[in-house]
């Protein structure tokens, strides 16, 4: 099913370059017109990102052996982190298509939570005894782990492009490599 939602989301991305040049060479656009054709493309780029991170996780997954049994909190927090990078992904939608710029920015605290959970999965993965199948297990875990955060970062990068087309300006929510702590005060 990921192969599949993988080769979908880049027949999409496709899909949409060659709508917006079309549009762009046959239309005049306007400002705002414009702006939608950039964010597009750069929602259409970051299509295709959270494609290939569906094949890394594919990857890790058929690469677990059937009998080795998941020891500590690993599966569960993976488990959490793709609910909240899936619930992010259609927040982030929700914001382009409705253009709601509250939702957009929401989204960059929700990630906030994604991240702590990353950290958790490698965290778990350098505590383990020294079982070989074990350690295997966990580092394709944070392998997964990290996929996930990456997808979850792609969705915050198709809100930071709901918040360009409404504002018309163009800037990151935050600089990804300081640190941060907020908590989402306000569920969507």
């Known amino acids: 099913m990921i192969t599949d939602e993988a080769a979908l989301l880049r027949r999409a991305a496709r899909s949409v370059d060659c709508e917006l040049v079309i549009v762009t060479a046959r239309q005049t656009p306007v400002a705002s017109d ?40 690993a599966a569960a927090r993976l488990s959490a982190m793709t609910h909240l990078a899936g619930s992010q992904l259609s927040h982030a939608v929700r914001a382009f298509v409705s253009r709601d710029l509250t939702v957009a920015q929401r989204i960059d605290i929700e990630d906030d939570e994604i991240d702590k959970l990353n950290r958790e999965v490698f965290e778990a993965a350098v505590s383990l005894e020294d079982v070989p199948q074990q350690r295997e297990l966990a580092l ?11 997808i979850a970062d792609n969705a915050v990068d198709i809100a930071e492009q709901a918040a360009f087309v409404v504002t018309a ?4 929510f935050t600089d990804a490599s300081l640190p941060r702590r907020r908590t989402l005060r306000q569920p969507f």
């Open 34 to 73: 414009l702006r939608l054709v950039l964010a597009l493309i750069e929602v259409a780029h970051h299509s295709v990102l959270i494609a290939n991170q569906f094949d890394l996780i594919r990857e890790q997954l058929t690469s677990i052996a059937a009998a080795v049994v998941a020891r500590g909190p």
């Open 140 to 150: 394709r875990h944070v392998l997964i782990a990290r996929s996930v955060e990456r």
């Open 169 to 172: 300006n163009r800037s990151e």
